[in-house]
């Protein structure tokens, strides 16, 4: 075995520029498989963090039809005006699952203080929205029912919101921003939570009594939704059908008419996520398996080479003892060492990558160590189906028709 991997090192470094060329197929494939597979499962794996940190009871009804992109974030289509603040309390009142509910409504605003202005989500709900997102607070409080009632102009700030327009939490506390004209005192500042299950960055999020921006601010009559947190072990699909019933009487839909309301569970973020993903893994699916096709000719076309210019070798070993099983045995070695090779580079290379972008990036590191294993192992099946041909052709000529054609 230690002569034949020899003569296979010394045969390909012979046919250098062919050799990488026959690899590179191989290599990019193996890149793109081990590349592509692990970026959509650290995308889910985020998606099931954030999952657990808003906890598995958290319902959500919402305006509109909504989809991911598969950009990131949230889309949303349909009639997005017909949710009201009493759909919102009917829904928690009508699911006897329960606990607690917070109707919501959000949208993308300027805010200003001094001389600084920021991008932000203002969100208005009422305080039961600390309780049901989760929200803990680095400095001050969260608005009160009665600031709630009296539609008082107070806010709560994302901690980016308050870092960038204040220099932190401790000296945003008491003091003032504004959108457009309108001046809202802040109360307090939210720990850090990053971004949520539909992509919405929370610390770039200003909160508001729900009343103070319907009323004093956009002076509106509809709102995005409500969320719902039910109770430990409650059936959320119950839930769901409570909900669509309680819903679609009050928009007066008839049978065969469509919502014009979707209804989410924590989990279903995750498998909206995991469908918005399909298309990336099934692109990355193909444009693996074309650069592995295209190295699997590569190598065939490499060992046919080899195995024309290497007759008189082939006919020296023959001549010397080597059997035919010999022949096909080191022609595949080599096919198979091209392979594995390129595969196994392709795989570093991936890691390599990926080590960067779970450094530098919002993902979770994860590493699917079959995956890892699996695609090498592939690439040397490759190598030895792509070197079958040649290694029988080679194994198939005469001692005297060598001789021959050599004379």
Same mark, same amino acid.
């Given at each position: 075995?230690?002569?034949?991997?020899?003569?296979?090192? #010394?045969?390909?470094?012979?046919?250098?520029?062919?050799?990488?060329?026959?690899?590179?197929?191989?290599?990019?494939?193996?890149?793109?498989?081990?590349? &592509?597979?692990?970026?959509?499962?650290?995308?889910?794996?985020?998606?099931?963090?954030?999952?657990?940190?808003?906890?598995?009871?958290?319902?959500?009804?919402? =305006? %509109?039809?909504?989809?991911?992109?598969?950009?990131?974030?949230?889309?949303?289509?349909?009639?997005?005006?017909?949710?009201?603040? #009493?759909?919102?309390?009917?829904?928690?009142?009508?699911?006897?699952?329960?606990?607690?509910?917070?109707?919501?409504?959000?949208?993308?605003?300027?805010?200003?203080?001094?001389?600084?202005?920021?991008?932000?989500?203002?969100?208005?709900?009422?305080?039961?929205?600390?309780?049901?997102?989760?929200?803990?607070?680095?400095?001050?409080?969260?608005?009160?029912?009665?600031?709630?009632?009296?539609?008082?102009?107070?806010?709560?700030?994302?901690?980016?919101?308050?870092?960038?327009?204040?220099?932190?939490?401790?000296?945003?506390?008491?003091?003032?921003?504004?959108?457009?004209?309108?001046?809202?005192?802040?109360?307090?500042?939210?720990?850090?939570?990053?971004?949520?299950?539909?992509?919405?960055?929370?610390?770039?999020?200003?909160?508001?009594?729900?009343?103070?921006?319907?009323?004093?601010?956009?002076?509106?009559?509809?709102?995005?939704?409500?969320? &719902?947190?039910?109770?430990?072990?409650?059936?959320?699909?119950?839930?769901?059908?409570?909900?669509?019933?309680?819903?679609?009487?009050?928009?007066?839909?008839?049978?065969?008419?469509?919502?014009?309301?979707?209804?989410?569970?924590?989990?279903?973020?995750?498998?909206?996520?995991?469908?918005?993903?399909?298309?990336?893994?099934?692109? %990355?699916?193909?444009?693996?398996?074309?650069?592995?096709?295209?190295?699997?000719?590569?190598?065939?076309?490499?060992?046919?080479?080899?195995?024309?210019?290497?007759?008189?070798?082939?006919?020296?070993?023959?001549?010397?003892?080597?059997?035919? $099983?010999?022949?096909?045995?080191?022609?595949?070695?080599?096919?198979?060492?091209?392979?594995?090779?390129?595969?196994?580079?392709?795989?570093?290379?991936?890691?390599?990558?990926? $080590? #960067?972008?779970?450094?530098?990036?919002?993902?979770? #590191?994860?590493?699917?160590?079959?995956?890892?294993?699996?695609?090498?192992?592939?690439?040397?099946?490759?190598?030895? =189906?792509?070197?079958?041909?040649?290694?029988?052709?080679?194994?198939?000529?005469?001692?005297?028709?060598?001789?021959?054609?050599?004379?």
């Amino acid at each position: 075995m230690h002569f034949g991997l020899r003569i296979a090192l #010394a045969s390909l470094s012979t046919h250098k520029l062919r050799t990488v060329l026959a690899m590179l197929g191989v290599f990019l494939g193996a890149l793109a498989l081990t590349g &592509v597979q692990h970026v959509s499962q650290a995308m889910v794996r985020k998606a099931e963090i954030e999952t657990e940190k808003l906890g598995p009871n958290l319902f959500m009804a919402r =305006a %509109g039809s909504i989809r991911f992109r598969r950009s990131g974030g949230v889309g949303t289509s349909g009639d997005v005006r017909s949710f009201k603040v #009493a759909d919102a309390y009917a829904v928690i009142q009508g699911l006897p699952a329960a606990v607690a509910g917070a109707p919501f409504t959000q949208a993308p605003m300027e805010v200003r203080s001094g001389g600084i202005k920021i991008p932000s989500t203002l969100v208005g709900s009422t305080p039961e929205y600390q309780r049901v997102r989760s929200l803990e607070l680095a400095q001050g409080r969260f608005f009160t029912a009665q600031e709630l009632h009296d539609r008082e102009m107070v806010c709560v700030l994302g901690s980016g919101i308050a870092e960038r327009l204040f220099g932190g939490p401790g000296a945003a506390v008491g003091r003032e921003v504004y959108f457009y004209r309108a001046r809202l005192r802040v109360v307090g500042v939210c720990q850090p939570k990053g971004a949520d299950i539909v992509g919405t960055d929370q610390d770039e999020q200003v909160f508001v009594p729900l009343s103070t921006y319907m009323r004093r601010m956009s002076n509106v009559d509809h709102i995005t939704g409500v969320y &719902v947190e039910l109770a430990p072990g409650a059936d959320p699909e119950l839930a769901r059908t409570a909900a669509a019933g309680i819903l679609r009487q009050r928009h007066g839909l008839q049978p065969g008419q469509p919502d014009d309301f979707s209804l989410l569970t924590a989990r279903d973020t995750i498998q909206l996520q995991q469908q918005a993903l399909d298309l990336v893994s099934v692109l %990355g699916l193909i444009s693996s398996s074309v650069s592995f096709a295209v190295g699997g000719l590569g190598i065939l076309s490499i060992m046919i080479l080899l195995v024309r210019a290497r007759r008189l070798e082939i006919g020296v070993r023959r001549a010397v003892g080597a059997r035919r $099983g010999d022949i096909v045995a080191q022609f595949l070695l080599e096919s198979g060492l091209l392979s594995g090779v390129g595969g196994t580079l392709g795989v570093g290379t991936a890691l390599a990558l990926l $080590g #960067a972008i779970y450094a530098l990036g919002p993902f979770p #590191a994860v590493f699917d160590p079959l995956l890892i294993a699996a695609v090498p192992l592939g690439s040397v099946v490759l190598g030895l =189906a792509a070197g079958a041909y040649p290694a029988w052709q080679a194994s198939r000529y005469e001692i005297l028709d060598i001789i021959r054609s050599r004379g």
